[in-house]
């Protein structure tokens, strides 16, 4: 066991720290002081992302499939390896749901040796194509079990399924962050995800493509305000499992997304409609009370500040990915 159980500076370890999020919950982590080692298979994250990283003493970067056993002693565990754009987790469903369920088991398990806290990055897709709007923790959810969407969203929820019987039954500290539509900075280009799909197209000139009529909602949280409630979320005390919604509240139009975004980028875009795809949500906004109350947390930047910011990101090329979540743009 290492020393840093008695002390502030722990032992972190961040599966899925190479990717989007991952990579913004390392730098922060970093800053507080912490030893951080990344895991990542490199699927849809980058080294790129952490490069900026890898000459801090404190920061060590390991390429690892969740899906097989690690033996590492830590502190505790953000578990956020998992392929997070449709394009991506429809790629190859079997390996999704194997990060999802085997890697959550093999996570647990170090947990449970080196008596670390845990923490799951779940999600909003827990609740399907929602019938409850805002979605509540206490909402049980709308999902299509065999649908193209499946293999993330039982995924997510056979994952929380384990994360509570590992609780209940060898009393482990848990912790569930069901994470809501997240954008900035170190989003991937090629994800298909809409706001780096309209900027880019925007910055490009070519057509914006909406799925559907637009009339479709998603909330949308900056990248930075979300990596600051999984931190607060880990620090709370061992009575806090979770699930607790992390999401921005304010609810937009796909639409109106696309306009905004056209703006922002002073971009002739034009507006085209496409099909939508199968099971796509048509409301999504979580209910972040708990999250207000338990964490004390809500999120703080306004969407023209973060849509200003990954603009920028990717009008640089995204090749510097150090530029982040910093207060440069
Ligand atoms: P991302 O794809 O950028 O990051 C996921 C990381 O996990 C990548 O670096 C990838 O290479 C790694 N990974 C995938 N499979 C792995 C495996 N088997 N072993 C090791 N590493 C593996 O996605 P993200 O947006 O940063 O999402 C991070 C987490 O947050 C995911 O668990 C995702 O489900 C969750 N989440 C994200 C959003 C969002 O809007 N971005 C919303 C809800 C939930
Ligand atoms: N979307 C769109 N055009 C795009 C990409 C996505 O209209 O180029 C829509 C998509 O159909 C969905 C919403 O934007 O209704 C959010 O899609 P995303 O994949 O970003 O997130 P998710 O559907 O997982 O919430």
């Given amino acids: 066991m290492s020393n840093s ?4 500076i722990k032992r972190i370890l961040v599966t899925g720290g190479a990717g989007f999020i ?4 390392c730098e922060k982590l970093l800053d507080q002081g912490h030893e951080i080692l990344c895991v990542d298979n490199c699927f849809t994250g980058n080294k790129s992302n952490v490069y900026h990283l890898m000459d801090n003493p404190k920061f060590e970067f390991y390429r690892h499939d969740i899906t097989f056993p690690l033996y590492v002693e830590v502190d505790e565990i953000y578990n956020l390896a998992c392929p997070a754009s449709p394009i991506h987790y429809q790629f190859d469903p079997v390996q999704t749901l194997k990060t999802s369920v085997h890697g959550a088991i093999n996570m647990l398990g170090l947990a449970k040796r080196v008596k670390a806290r845990i923490l799951q990055a779940s999600t909003s897709e827990i609740y399907g194509d929602p019938e409850v709007h805002p979605q509540p923790e ?4 709308n999902v299509n079990p065999i649908g193209s969407r499946s293999c993330y969203d039982e995924g997510k929820r056979c994952a929380e399924t384990l994360f509570f019987d590992y609780h209940r ?19 991937q280009p090629d994800d298909g995800r809409v706001v780096s799909n309209f900027i880019l197209q925007a910055l490009r000139g070519e057509p914006i493509t909406i799925y559907g009529d637009g009339m479709q909602t998603r909330s949308f949280c900056y990248v930075d305000d979300l990596a600051d409630g999984l931190i607060k979320m880990m620090q709370t005390a061992f009575s806090v499992t979770g699930p607790v919604n992390l999401g921005n509240p304010v ?4 639409l109106d997304l696309a306009k905004n975004i056209g703006e922002l980028t002073d971009s002739p875009s034009k507006i085209v409609f496409r099909p939508l795809p199968q099971d796509d949500p048509r409301r999504r906004r979580p209910d972040i009370r708990l999250a207000e109350t338990l964490l004390q947390w809500r999120p703080q930047i306004p969407i023209d500040i973060g849509l200003r910011r990954t603009i920028n990101y990717f009008r640089c090329g995204a090749e510097d990915n150090s530029l982040g979540s910093k207060d440069k743009f």
């Fill in 5 to 8: 159980k008695y002390s502030k």
């Fill in 22 to 25: 991952g990579s913004h919950l």
């Fill in 138 to 141: 206490s909402y049980w959810g």
């Fill in 169 to 187: 039954q060898y009393g482990m500290p848990i912790k569930i962050a069901r994470i809501f539509n997240t954008y900035g900075p170190r989003m």
């Fill in 251 to 254: 609810e937009h139009r796909i």
